[in-house]
């Protein structure tokens, strides 16, 4: 059976262009998000060097308007220093990224200070997103809330973390959040499969009883998002891992794997990778987009057979259900029989300068 969808919007990619783009650059990242059925793809700023200031948010724009083949938002990186230059762009924009952990590159917030200054003066219409992680999700709530401005929560994976903001929320706080495929497929106990380099991730996989809380509480999950952090395969298997999994072509067989075992319906899943992105992040619709998914077809997940420059993936050798066959963007077939058929830099900005 094929399913007509909406274009799916991916909340959270790191494309790595400029900077490292040996892992991926805006081409081959656009190129596996219209294979995984994505029509817009939003972009992290953890590169090197961070994207947190005028320059750096030229260079990434000149980047992906040349390169793109579906649409895109920039997320402009908090640093300790820079809250009025990121509230200036914040038009430009499609967010703010706050890194409140550590993680991959430099990009981190460690004082009380930065997040105040940037949760009091980021325009309030705009969404703050944060890589937070256990105690760090508690301060970015409160101080949003003191603040008055929505928050938006990255990749929530524990158990404690889903329940703080189920009752954040009927609490009546304005804070959204995502989950990763990763987080609600995979524990810590399928790194002896996928190998110790391979398996980091920022957040760490965690336990089945993690993995099942996530998916008890779902309905409070506003977004499903990739988290696609593209390395190579050498790095990943150095000596020193960086942390992050490519995730854009095997996202939706994955979604549908939910559908099938009844944890959510199709609409839940439409409403996850579409609606409230849609919402949330202010995406202008897309005239004349879909996606076409033959829900039957099987195929093997394979890391070199992948448009994605990291050329592996955690899933490796799993039976995948669900492929897409044909997107359509703005009226044109840019994907098609395996093939990316759309020119580079068709894809547009969807905070357009003018
Ligand atoms: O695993 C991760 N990789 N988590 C992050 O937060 C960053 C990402 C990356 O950029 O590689
Ligand atoms: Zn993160
Ligand atoms: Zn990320």
């Keep these: 059976m094929i399913l007509k969808l909406p274009g799916l919007i991916d909340p959270h990619v790191h494309l790595r262009d400029p900077g490292a783009t040996h892992k991926e650059d805006w081409h081959s990242g656009t ?56 509230a200036s762009f914040a038009a430009q924009c499609s967010g703010l990224k706050m890194y409140l952990d550590q ?35 508690a301060a970015a709530l409160f101080v949003a809330q003191i603040y008055d401005r929505p928050v938006h929560i990255c990749h929530v994976s524990r158990k404690e973390e889903i329940e703080l903001i189920r009752a954040a929320k009927e609490k009546g706080l304005r804070v959204t959040c995502e989950v990763t495929p990763h987080h609600l497929l995979l524990t810590l106990d399928d790194c002896e499969t996928i190998g110790a380099g391979k398996c980091e991730v920022r957040p760490m996989l965690a336990t089945r009883a993690d ?96 448009y994605t420059r990291a050329k592996w993936t955690p899933f490796e050798g799993r039976t995948m259900r669900g492929q897409v066959t044909r997107v359509v963007l703005r009226g044109e077939t840019v994907f098609e029989n395996d093939c990316v058929i759309a020119k580079s830099g068709t894809g547009r900005d969807i905070r357009p300068l003018n």
């Design 31 to 86: 190129c596996a998000a219209l294979a995984g059925g994505f029509t817009v793809v939003m972009d992290m700023p953890n590169n090197t060097p961070p994207l947190t200031d005028a320059q750096t948010l030229a260079a990434k724009q000149r980047a992906a308007s040349e390169r793109a083949v579906c649409d895109y938002g920039i997320h402009f990186g908090a640093g300790a220093d820079n809250a009025q230059i990121a």
């Design 103 to 137: 993680t991959f590159g430099p990009l981190k917030l460690d004082g009380l200070d930065s997040l105040i200054s940037h949760m009091q003066t980021f325009p309030r219409e705009v969404p703050i997103l944060c890589h937070a992680e256990g105690r760090t999700i």
């Design 211 to 306: 993995v099942d809380a996530l998916r008890a509480n779902l309905d409070i999950v506003d977004c499903f998002a990739t988290d696609h952090a593209p390395h190579t395969l050498f790095e990943k298997e150095s000596a020193n891992p960086p942390p992050g999994y490519p995730g854009l072509e095997t996202a939706l067989a994955l979604y549908l794997e939910l559908v099938r075992e009844g944890i959510i319906t199709l609409d839940d899943l439409i409403a996850r990778c579409y609606e409230n992105p849609r919402k949330i992040f202010k995406v202008p619709p897309q005239a004349e987009t879909w996606i076409e998914v033959d829900v039957d077809a099987e195929w093997t997940a394979r890391g070199a057979n992948m």
